[in-house]
T-cell receptor, first 112, second 111 residues
Framework: ETGVTQSPTHLIKTRGQQVTLRCSSQ?????VSWYQQALGQGPQFIFQYYREEENGRGNFPPRFSGLQFPNYSSELNVNALELDDSALYLC???????????FGQGTRLTVV | DQQVKQNSPSLSVQEGRISILNCDYT??????FLWYKKYPAEGPTFLIS?????DKNEDGRFTVFLNKSAKHLSLHIVPSQPGDSAVYFCAASRNAGKSTFGDGTTLTVKP
């Protein structure tokens, strides 16, 4: 069974740029959630995708957007990057029958 | 307003003793409560969960207790092992994947 994989693992971007992060969900999972984890804090829910549709969103501005593809992999796009966007971005996959989610190793984004 | 709080940023225990990690929440609409463990440079790993209709769930050395009236849950690890040293996150959920996390407690188990 293939786990959740994220790419890239590390990324450095300049303020104002745009970034795309990618996630391959675990086999058999049709739901992908994205989280932002700032240093010293817990993961903060950004949004969730279920069968290619957004299925809930946290308190993040519209410049955070996403996609889910027919194979259930997903992208997180962030436009007009700000210094405060520097964080670990975590992708988690799950199925409707489970209460728990399975996380990837994360993408460490640094905005300079 | 932080809906899930872990008031102890760190906890240190001796190998073989009990570790007790605590978590408080404010939203009575949560259906499930979960604990995740995180090692450096890895994503969180699911450890154990409990439904809001139960007050206890056990899995080997790990037991989670839920006190709904106090809006409090705790994770007991007994006996604690050095390999348990990690950051532990409490999370509350109304839907798998849409979880609200606390800020974590760093557990150190000393040999």
């Amino acid at each position: 069974e293939t786990g959740v994989t994220q790419s890239p693992t590390h990324l450095i971007k300049t303020r104002g740029q745009q970034v795309t992060l990618r996630c391959s969900s675990q086999s058999g999972h049709n739901t992908v959630s994205w989280y932002q984890q700032a240093l010293g804090q817990g993961p903060q829910f950004i949004f969730q995708y279920y069968r290619e549709e957004e299925n809930g969103r946290g308190n993040f501005p519209p410049r955070f957007s996403g996609l889910q593809f027919p194979n259930y992999s997903s992208e997180l796009n962030v436009n007009a990057l700000e210094l405060d966007d520097s964080a670990l971005y975590l992708c988690a996959s799950s199925s409707r029958e489970q209460t728990e989610a399975f996380f990837g190793q994360g993408t460490r984004l640094t905005v300079v | 307003d932080q809906q899930v709080k872990q008031n102890s940023p760190s906890l240190s225990v001796q190998e073989g003793r009990i570790s007790i990690l605590n978590c408080d929440y404010t939203n009575s609409m949560f259906d499930y409560f979960l604990w995740y463990k995180k090692y450096p440079a890895e994503g969180p790993t699911f450890l154990i969960s409990i439904s809001s209709i139960k007050d206890k769930n056990e899995d080997g050395r790990f037991t989670v207790f839920l006190n709904k009236s106090a809006k409090h849950l705790s994770l007991h690890i007994v006996p604690s092992q050095p390999g348990d040293s990690a950051v532990y996150f409490c999370a509350a959920s109304r839907n798998a994947g849409k979880s609200t996390f606390g800020d974590g407690t760093t557990l150190t188990v000393k040999p």
